[in-house]
């Protein structure tokens, strides 16, 4: 079992930034491939940003390439998401995800991961 801690959420201007973090225990964290997905009311969650175990690979949803940067630690067992020039769009609930998936998985798809956090609220507006 996985543990997944969110923090960093709360409320940003727009074209300002935030930086959230996920602490992961329960599991060796080099073992896991990581994820961001966000939730709005009444909508699906959707993909933000995946990096996998070794930090080789990371992915974003077109929406929030070149804002949005995802990073781990492995030695803090941390997984960072750096979002700037935040727009009230991306207001949601973000939600980290830790999956066991090995190689050859698409970590952009929801059902790849195994363990999720309980989420932390962005709320962009002025």
């Known amino acids: 079992q996985v543990q997944l801690v969110e923090s960093g959420g709360g409320l940003v201007q727009p074209g300002g930034s935030l930086t959230l973090s996920c602490t992961a225990a329960?599991?060796?964290?080099?073992?896991?491939?990581m994820a961001w997905f966000r939730q709005g009311p009444g909508k699906e969650r959707e993909f933000v940003s995946a990096?996998?175990?070794?930090?080789?690979?990371?992915y974003y949803a077109d929406s929030v390439k070149g804002r949005f940067t995802v990073s781990r630690d492995n030695t803090k067992s941390t997984v960072y998401l750096q979002m700037n020039s935040l727009k009230p769009e991306d207001s949601d609930v973000y939600f980290c995800?830790?999956?066991?998936?090995?190689?050859?998985?698409?970590?952009?798809?929801?059902?790849?991961?195994?363990?999720w956090g309980q989420g932390t609220q962005v709320t962009v507006d002025s």
């Open positions: 990096i996998n175990r070794n930090s080789a690979f990371t």
């Open positions: 995800a830790a999956s066991l998936t090995g190689l050859g998985a698409d970590l952009r798809l929801r059902e790849e991961y195994d363990y």
């Open positions: 329960g599991r060796t964290f080099s073992s896991l491939a």
